[in-house]
């Protein structure tokens, strides 16, 4: 498995642009994040130094959420939200632009909290990301979110990501598989991968309950890499947990 660090959920005692940096010094050439600045539309001087960042720390950048609105006061995302959706709009080009500075492939688009939300505004916008994200050769990935941590979120299983794909109906939109959500969820995802992991474009983990490391929780982390690997997965795993202190990417060694 090639795994890559989430900076968005760990390493957050640093700042930001120290982040990529010490994600290197881990051991990791490979990082993701949710959209890295405060608006949409962010100024130059701020795009830069973040490309600097990742340059000078010699890591990838594998994914990047769009604009998702306000993440530490609930929001997530503005994919569906009339109220957000120009907001959405305007960050497309912005993240498709800066995906495209550092060869980034995966665009992840947050559907966004009910219940002021538009089945059809969520995939009229995810085919406008899509048809822009087709330029660089990126693919906008769409997630389900599980509704014990976010009860207002409309698409919480994998058969509501699928069925959401399906209708927008692009060749570059695909499914985000993090394990964590969908377990959360109930879902069987070891069947999950036996049986759909062709359709994934992504894969985020964490363990369930707790959203810690694996091995924190009751999740089969060993069998599930095994079952990836089988399924023919070749993307990135990404680290989506939750920890602090010392002995984060312990699980890793033997």
Not at 4 to 12: E, G, K
Request: charged fraction near 20%.
């Amino acid at each position: 498995m090639r795994f890559d660090v989430n900076l968005s959920i760990l390493f957050t005692d640093l700042p930001l642009l120290e982040r990529p940096a010490a994600a290197a010094k881990a051991g990791f050439d490979a990082v993701e994040l949710w959209w890295p600045f405060d608006t949409p539309e962010p100024d130059e001087a701020e795009l830069r130094a973040f490309v600097t960042a990742l340059r000078d720390a010699g890591v990838a950048l594998v994914g990047l959420n769009f604009y998702a609105g306000d993440m530490a006061a609930g929001d997530r995302g503005l994919l569906a939200r009339p109220d957000g959706s120009a907001r959405f709009q305007a960050n497309i080009d912005v993240a498709v632009a800066l995906a495209g500075v550092l060869g980034c492939t995966v665009l992840n688009a947050l559907y966004g909290n009910g219940p002021e939300v538009d089945r059809d505004l969520a995939v009229a916008n995810l085919r406008r990301a899509a048809d822009a994200a087709a330029g660089i050769g990126a693919t906008v990935v769409v997630e389900a979110v599980n509704s014990h941590d976010n009860p207002h979120y409309p698409i919480t299983s994998s058969g509501a990501a699928f069925a959401l794909i399906d209708e927008v109906d692009r060749a570059n939109v695909g499914f985000l598989a993090d394990l964590y959500h969908l377990h959360r969820m109930g879902e069987d995802v070891l069947a999950l991968i036996d049986t759909h992991a062709g359709r994934f474009a992504h894969v985020q983990i964490a363990d369930d309950p707790g959203r810690g490391r694996p091995g924190s929780g009751r999740m089969p982390y060993q069998e599930i890499f095994s079952r990836l690997a089988a399924a023919g997965y070749r993307g990135h795993v990404g680290l989506e947990y939750r920890h602090e202190g010392p002995g984060a990417f312990a699980w890793r060694r033997p």
